[in-house]
């Protein structure tokens, strides 16, 4: 299997649930993202991973945990989500983080918080 | 404001049309890219340029560092280029536009 995969491809979960977002790349790639798309709103940038290593949190709320134990997998752990929290999540993964890199995207996984 | 700014946020063509996209951005960058992502949520990417002009079968791609402007041109539109077609500039961070929504009708 080749590119980024992410699974599940759909949740819907309660605020008191936890759960986690899977991301898996076979390109050979250094740097993970995780990304959040909410609807008529560009891309955010959540997380970034270098090397296995935490490089960014753009002001993440801690009810986002990512964890990346290898740098072909990189997860997102979610508890006592909100409502707002609802969107699509988007993992990506470049050579390495540099600047001008080309991204290649998982499908994404749409995200219900009820 | 965001940094980078696309027009049209919708457009709707006919099958055959000539399809222009525009992206204006006002930070200094490394390189343009230009990405594709269909309904079902995936996003591709099309072209990454730093200058000039690139082309990809009926996909055409520019850019002009000076005036901080690119386009993306698609020639001979098909109702599968219906997508969300989204412009992202790139120094050390990421900065994405909104999208333009783009249906090709048969």
């Known amino acids: 299997e080749t590119g980024v995969t992410q699974t599940p491809r759909h949740l819907v979960m309660g605020m008191t649930n936890k759960k986690s977002l899977k991301c898996e790349q076979h390109l050979g790639h250094n740097a993970m993202y995780w990304y959040k798309q909410s609807a008529k709103k560009p891309l955010e940038l959540m997380f970034v991973?270098?090397?296995?290593?935490?490089?960014e949190n753009n002001s993440v709320p801690s009810r986002f945990s990512p964890e990346c134990p290898n740098s072909s997998h990189l997860f997102l752990h979610l508890h006592t989500l909100q409502p707002e929290d609802s969107a699509l999540y988007l993992c990506a993964s470049s050579q390495a983080r540099g600047g001008g890199e080309t991204q290649y995207f998982g499908p994404g996984t749409r995200l219900l918080v009820l | 404001k965001n940094e980078v700014e696309q027009s049209p946020q919708n457009l709707t063509a006919q099958e055959g049309e000539f399809i222009t996209i525009n992206c204006s951005y006002s930070?200094?960058?490394?390189?343009l890219h230009w990405l594709q992502q269909h309904p079902g949520g995936g996003i591709v990417s099309l072209f990454m340029?730093?200058?000039g002009k690139k082309k990809h079968g009926r996909l055409i791609a520019t850019i002009n560092i000076q005036e901080k402007h690119s386009s993306l041109h698609i020639t001979a539109s098909h109702p599968r280029d219906s997508a969300v077609y989204i412009c992202?500039?790139?120094?050390?961070?990421?900065?994405f536009g909104t999208g333009t929504s783009l249906t090709v009708i048969p």
């Open positions: 991973y270098n090397f296995k290593e935490q490089t």
């Open positions: 992202a500039v790139s120094s050390y961070q990421f900065y």
């Open positions: 340029l730093s200058s």
């Open positions: 930070v200094g960058i490394s390189a």
